[in-house]
């Protein structure tokens, strides 16, 4: 029987069904398990389920004697060295597709939250500060008809510019050619970074996390937005240049921002982030709903399952391991 590793308590439906097929253990911390833990536990296993929280690289990759697949509980792949497992022949699966809305909705939570001051307004009254109604109190930015800008105009890119459309916004995205369809469909206008930053009352990131992507917002780019613009992220942390983000978002360079992902997780509250007023942070939860982590749970265990039986998965992120299957 295959031996599985699984670190951390997933949804039932994926551990089921890793079950059914696999000698399974699963680690039962509430927080990720230490590197040696997994270093130990990698040793002798033929596939690991894990999570963004667990970086695998050669160090790690290095003891493992079987293992032929990991399988990854994100979209996002960023914590697996993707080259190093490849040179080894071992498959990394992902968990595309359905996650897309439910990640799009929580961008747009975060803009209109951003955007209208919903959690300052929620504190207001808690903190029992409400005395009347007000001309000035808590004003906020209009999202209808406004325009957003999309930094990556893949899946949730898309799922962004659906819902914007709704609310009668105008579209720019970046992205390295134009996309007929959404262009037809949302009326959107691919532009350089350049214009999308200079045009955009919020702009939205949703590209993955790579070299090429690192620190694509920093303070040149900041420093082109408009001072009433609202940065939201949802994609990966160190796509923003954290402290140039701190620094404009002290200045007024702009005017807030919407963030469910940084730099290094978690962020604590002493966080410079967790003291500018202006800014709505979560603890990247974009995938957290319960119907869509029970399905990235069954596709990530699925996507183990198949490598393992010799198949190949949908969702594999290097084919190129099983050109042979
Ligand atoms: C991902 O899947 O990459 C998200 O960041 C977490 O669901």
Not at 96 to 109: H, N
Not at 130 to 156: A, K, Y
Not at 217 to 226: A, G, V, Y
Request: aromatic share 6%.
């Amino acid at each position: 029987m295959f031996r599985v590793y699984v670190t951390r308590k997933i949804p039932q439906e994926g551990l089921s069904l890793l079950q059914s097929h696999a000698d399974v253990t699963v680690w039962q911390g509430e927080l990720p398990p230490p590197r040696d833990v997994i270093v130990d536990n990698i040793r002798d296993i033929d596939g690991l389920l894990c999570l963004l929280t667990d970086k695998i690289d050669q160090e790690v990759l290095d003891v493992a004697r079987k293992l032929k697949v990991i399988g990854n509980y994100a979209v996002g792949f960023d914590n697996i060295d993707i080259a190093e497992a490849t040179k080894r022949g071992i498959a990394v699966t992902n968990t595309p597709g359905v996650l897309t809305e439910t990640t799009a909705d929580l961008a747009f939570g975060l803009l209109m939250a951003a955007a209208r001051n919903i959690v300052q307004g929620d504190r207001y009254v808690r903190e029992g500060l409400w005395q009347t109604w007000e001309p000035m109190l808590l004003l906020g930015r209009d999202i209808h008809e406004s325009t957003l800008g999309i930094i990556g105009m893949g899946r949730i890119g898309q799922a962004m510019a659906k819902r914007a459309s709704g609310f009668g916004m105008r579209i720019l995205y970046y992205d390295s050619a134009p996309i007929e369809e959404v262009d037809k469909k949302y009326g959107a206008q691919n532009v350089s970074l350049e214009q999308l930053l200079q045009e955009s009352d919020f702009v939205t990131i949703h590209v993955p996390y790579t070299l090429a992507t690192d620190k694509l917002i920093s303070t040149r780019e900041l420093n082109m937005m408009k001072k009433e613009a609202i940065l939201i992220n949802t994609a990966r942390g160190p796509v923003v240049d954290e402290p140039a983000l701190v620094d404009a978002l002290q200045k007024g360079v702009i005017a807030g921002a919407g963030l469910d992902v940084f730099h290094t997780e978690p962020i604590s509250k002493d966080h410079p982030l967790c003291h500018v007023a202006n800014v709505v942070v979560a603890p990247h939860i974009g995938s957290a709903s319960f119907r869509t982590r029970a399905k990235m749970a069954t596709i990530a265990a699925s996507g183990v399952i198949e490598v393992l039986q010799g198949r190949k998965p949908y969702n594999i992120v290097n084919p190129e391991v099983l050109r042979n299957y």
